[in-house]
């Protein structure tokens, strides 16, 4: 039998940032991003912006993360690299509960757009990016392996999903239905 996992593994796709803006002035070049899923291990995207793109930056780059099954939030920060270091550019703390748990199945990709605040907490952009989980933890894979036992026996194998709402779910006046 395979050891629990700890960890569930995403893809995440950073596609593009908007608006940046260095001491009020369009970022032009050398921006680029880094993901971290609460850890010290951190991924990069390549550097871009040639200066001909105002405060827009495209990557479109994939980006393979291990998130503990612990995390709370993933953390894109957008740096720019200057003359004398890297500058901080904005950062966007985003709760992993807007990614799973939903009505669509986490393995389905989604596409997301967040703001971006400076260290002063003031708004500095967006960023575009899309996730989707690659290999969900050991756990998950078991316990939907051990529904489709329960229910395999008495039903037909199907890959369709269907979504139901019930019509008097705890509505009391409706009894005589």
Same mark, same amino acid.
């Given at each position: 039998m395979q050891q629990p996992s700890k960890s569930r593994t995403l893809e995440v796709t950073v596609l593009?940032? &908007? /608006?940046?803006? *260095?001491?009020?002035?369009?970022?032009?070049? /050398? *921006?680029? @991003?880094?993901?971290?899923a609460e850890s010290i291990t951190s991924h990069t995207t390549a550097t871009t912006g040639d200066g001909?793109?105002?405060?827009?930056?495209?990557?479109?780059?994939?980006?393979? @993360? &291990?998130?503990?099954?612990h995390a709370k939030s993933i953390t894109f920060e957008v740096r720019c690299?200057? &003359? *004398?270091?890297?500058r901080d550019v904005g950062v966007a703390r985003i709760a992993v509960s807007d990614f799973f748990g939903g009505l669509v199945p986490d393995q389905v990709l989604k596409f997301f757009s967040y703001g971006l605040r400076d260290w002063d907490g003031l708004r500095n952009g967006v960023i575009n990016f899309s996730v989707r989980v690659v290999e969900p933890a050991v756990e998950e894979v078991e316990a939907v392996a051990d529904s489709e036992k329960m229910v395999g026996a008495t039903s037909s194998s199907s890959? /369709? @999903?269907v979504l139901g709402i019930p019509i008097c779910w705890n509505n009391s006046t409706s009894s005589n239905i």
């Open positions: 593009s940032a &908007e /608006n940046l803006r *260095i001491n009020g002035n369009p970022a032009t070049k /050398n *921006i680029y @991003v880094v993901v971290r001909s793109g105002g405060g827009f930056h495209s990557w479109n780059e994939k980006l393979t @993360v &291990e998130m503990a099954m690299k200057t &003359e *004398i270091g890297v890959n /369709n @999903v």
